[in-house]
């Protein structure tokens, strides 16, 4: 159980265009997801927490107008990536936050490689 | 401020050379402390949980222990199929949100 689905695991994108990817959790209903993003050999840099129903949270130096991020219901949320630059080529990470009782674990995607050109 | 410390940075053994990894936190009221394992080009797979000291966990050769300041990840007669990157991760205070270390590489040659 607790699977997470991302979709495109890549994409190729000229300089200027939106890209959007999306975030599943395909057997557990998740009300908050996270977006990371992780540069070459570095660790995960949390870049906001998306709750159902509501806005997300943006970590500080995160442009929100960017990093367009939307949870429409409690198994999706949608990273889109708009007026994508060179800069913005990475790779994101979604994860999902499962709960049951007293257990609160993070499952994570395969992540989204994406590069613009 | 939470600060989540993992070392060392890589880590290099040979087949069926046993070692452990290493995470020190720095944290107000510790929720439960994570261990992943990250593959290269791919998202955390996650392994453990462990919420309270003394608490410890076996997955195959790998088994997570849990004191007061830190936590250890023991790999038992690794192969080389062990090797990745291995990712700490603790949930505190009131906050739902973990912080992340910046992970042990590890390799493991046959």
């Known amino acids: 159980g607790a699977v997470v689905s991302q979709h495109p695991s890549w994409v190729i994108c000229k300089s200027g265009t939106s890209v959007k990817i999306e975030c599943r959790s395909l057997?557990?209903?998740?009300?908050?997801m996270f977006w990371y993003r992780q540069f070459p050999k570095q660790s995960l840099m949390l870049m906001a927490t998306?709750?159902?129903?509501?806005?997300?949270?943006?970590e500080q130096g995160v442009e929100k107008d960017k990093f367009l991020i939307n949870h429409a219901s409690l198994t999706l949320s949608t990273l889109t990536v708009t007026s994508a630059h060179p800069e913005d080529s990475s790779f994101y990470i979604c994860?999902?936050?499962?709960?049951?009782?007293?257990?609160?674990?993070?499952?994570f995607g395969p992540g989204t490689r994406l590069t613009v050109l | 401020e939470d600060q989540v410390t993992q070392s060392p940075e890589a880590l290099r053994l040979q087949e069926g050379e046993s070692s452990s990894l290493n995470c020190s936190y720095t944290?107000?009221?510790?929720?439960?402390l994570f261990w992943y394992r990250q593959d290269p080009g791919k998202g955390p797979e996650f392994l453990f949980t462990?919420?309270?000291a003394g608490e410890e966990k076996e997955k195959e050769r790998l088994k997570a222990t849990l004191t007061k300041k830190e936590s250890f990840l023991h790999i038992t007669a690794p192969k080389p199929e062990d090797s990745a990157t291995y990712l700490c991760?603790?949930?505190?205070?009131?906050?739902?949100?973990?912080?992340f270390g910046r992970g042990t590489s590890l390799i493991v040659h046959p």
């Open positions: 944290v107000s009221g510790l929720r439960g």
């Open positions: 462990l919420y309270s």
């Open positions: 991760a603790v949930q505190a205070g009131g906050s739902y949100i973990p912080t």
């Open positions: 994860s999902a936050r499962a709960t049951s009782g007293s257990t609160d674990t993070q499952y």
């Open positions: 998306s709750n159902e129903g509501s806005k997300a949270t943006y």
């Open positions: 057997d557990f209903q998740a009300t908050t």
